[in-house]
């Protein structure tokens, strides 16, 4: 057996798991420590870590570490979330705990925070025969600092989305004056309504059978449904949310305090907890809820041990990944016959070159997603005026792409210097596969077909006398007639005209749809 220890510094508590293991299946927790803190509170407020805050840190690590020495620990996993990385004094924190404990701590971003979080949801739901095979399942961590939304459908990935919506992050967002008074629901629903807008229209024709919960605070939301908190897994009705959801809605927080006999600083929790669940409830009208009780120091023991004693589990969650870089190349309708060429042909380079280049499989799985996202910049939606090299580059960081995957994408036409060896092998395979022969002829009749569809369904149109498809398909200019259409039906043509478009076309970005109406008076004086 090897003994691992893993650590996370989180917005409210930092903890410590030690375990044994022999391969995913023989795993044994030895010890557990869990420490309350007010972390993300200070850093969501003040944007700093206090000093008296980084002298407890390092001395309870300083504890910790000593825990480790007792049980012999030979690997160790220190990671922080949220409110370390949020934290402008982040770099003397992590100093401090260097230099008083030896420890080096990793800061994960958030598009990584949640993914660790759901590989140990999914591992869990696996356990119960949940495996989202043939129906889909919609995920939904709730940190303190941050809100992770992931869609799972036929065991792929097709929809991840990260919001900076956690409930202590509510909380601090109003003072306490505002939280204690009766509009604060009526704020607090509209705050939450506008920020799920967008991912409202990306799921609004998904198939879910399951909602999965899971997160710090529901812990206390099955403590007010007299439910047990120590459950690995529970399933709710949703008709049980609403009766609680109905009865906080009525109350305030002295009145929460009161019914349901908590302490203030968990009260205060209690209504941006209800009112963030009934807001996803709304996304997914489902009749059964299902809460884990997974954290996320489960995750970093779960990505530490599979992949490093199970290669078909490694296999697994890279095969997770690019399945969630192939609906971001889908989004932004990536010409998928050249993609998949220049993937085939990258990974072939690769293998010939990996070995005497020192590159491992991890490198592999990089130059795959590499290949599949080079063209992402060809649909701008903000900058046509960049190249879309550049812009696909600028995507990628606007996603937390790994740099060299960035400076892949933004080097395959020369616009930025290359540093990674991503870079040559993804150019060198753009080029073979663009000289194919037929290769620019497919994709200049496909452009010149697209422009004409726009202008042909514009002309379908009563009163249009005129269309113009300008700046390669991303605007379109109706030309109506003054005698037959008033500013009232232009207006209303446009939206039309809009939507048309959205449910029959596919087509890459955005298109504006721009209708002119011109009245002419012209007299002649003799």
Not at 126 to 141: A, P, T, W
Not at 330 to 347: I, P, S, T
Not at 479 to 496: F, M, P, R, W, Y
Request: glycine fraction near 6%; hydrophobic fraction near 40%; charged fraction near 25%.
């Amino acid at each position: 057996y090897t003994t691992f220890a893993a650590i996370h510094l989180g917005s409210e508590m930092i903890s410590m798991q030690i375990v044994e293991y022999r391969n995913m299946n023989k795993v044994k927790v030895i010890e557990q420590c869990n420490h309350r803190v007010k972390l993300g509170e200070e850093t969501f407020k003040n944007k700093i870590i206090p000093f008296s805050m980084v002298s407890e840190i390092c001395e309870l690590l300083q504890g910790y570490k000593r825990l480790m020495s007792e049980y012999g620990v030979e690997e160790c996993s220190v990671q922080a979330t949220t409110a370390v990385r949020e934290a402008l004094n982040q770099v003397f924190l992590l100093d401090q705990i260097y230099i008083k404990t030896g420890l080096k701590v990793k800061v994960v971003d958030m598009p990584q925070e949640i993914y660790t979080k759901y590989t140990a949801i999914r591992q869990t739901l696996r356990s119960e025969g949940i495996n989202g095979k043939d129906y889909g399942m919609l995920l939904m961590d709730i940190s303190s600092g941050g809100l992770g939304i992931t869609f799972v459908d036929d065991e792929k990935i097709k929809y991840q989305q990260n919001f900076h919506v956690g409930i202590i992050r509510i909380k601090e967002s109003f003072n306490r004056n505002q939280r204690n008074g009766m509009q604060f629901n009526l704020a607090l629903t509209e705050f939450l309504a506008s920020t799920m807008g967008p991912v409202r229209e990306a799921l609004k024709d998904a198939n879910i059978r399951y909602l999965i919960l899971s997160g710090t605070e529901t812990e206390l939301l099955l403590q007010m449904l007299g439910l047990d908190t120590q459950a690995k897994v529970t399933r709710i009705k949703a008709e049980e949310f609403m009766e609680l959801f109905n009865k906080v809605h009525k109350l305030n927080l002295p009145q929460i305090i009161k019914v349901f006999k908590i302490k203030e600083s968990v009260a205060e929790l209690v209504l941006p907890t209800i009112l963030l669940y009934e807001q996803l409830l709304a996304l997914v009208p489902t009749k059964e809820i299902i809460i884990t009780a997974d954290r996320f120091i489960d995750g970093i023991q779960l990505l530490h041990i599979g992949p490093k004693t199970d290669k078909e589990y490694a296999a697994e969650l890279e095969k997770e990944q690019l399945s969630l870089i192939h609906n971001i190349g889908e989004h932004y309708n990536y010409d998928v016959k050249h993609a998949k060429q220049v993937e085939r042909l990258a990974l072939a380079m690769f293998d010939k070159l990996s070995k005497s280049h020192g590159m491992d499989e991890h490198c592999r799985t990089l130059v795959q997603a590499t290949a599949l996202l080079h063209d992402i910049g060809k649909v701008p939606d903000e900058e046509p005026e960049l190249p879309h090299a550049l812009y696909g580059m600028k995507l990628a960081e606007k996603f937390k792409e790994k740099p060299d995957i960035c400076n892949a994408i933004g080097a395959h036409h020369d616009e930025v210097e290359m540093t990674s060896l991503l870079a040559p092998i993804v150019q060198v395979c753009d080029a073979i596969s663009g000289a194919r022969p037929g290769a620019r002829r497919e994709i200049v009749e496909a452009y010149i077909k697209r422009l004409n569809d726009l202008e042909q369904l514009a002309m379908a149109y009563p009163g249009v006398t005129k269309t113009y498809a300008i700046q390669a398909g991303r605007e379109l200019r109706v030309i109506v007639g003054a005698d037959k259409i008033d500013d009232k039906q232009t207006e209303n043509l446009s939206g039309e005209i809009a939507k048309k478009i959205q449910d029959e076309m596919t087509y890459p970005g955005q298109v504006k749809i721009t209708v002119i109406r011109e009245t002419r008076a012209v007299s002649y004086a003799k």
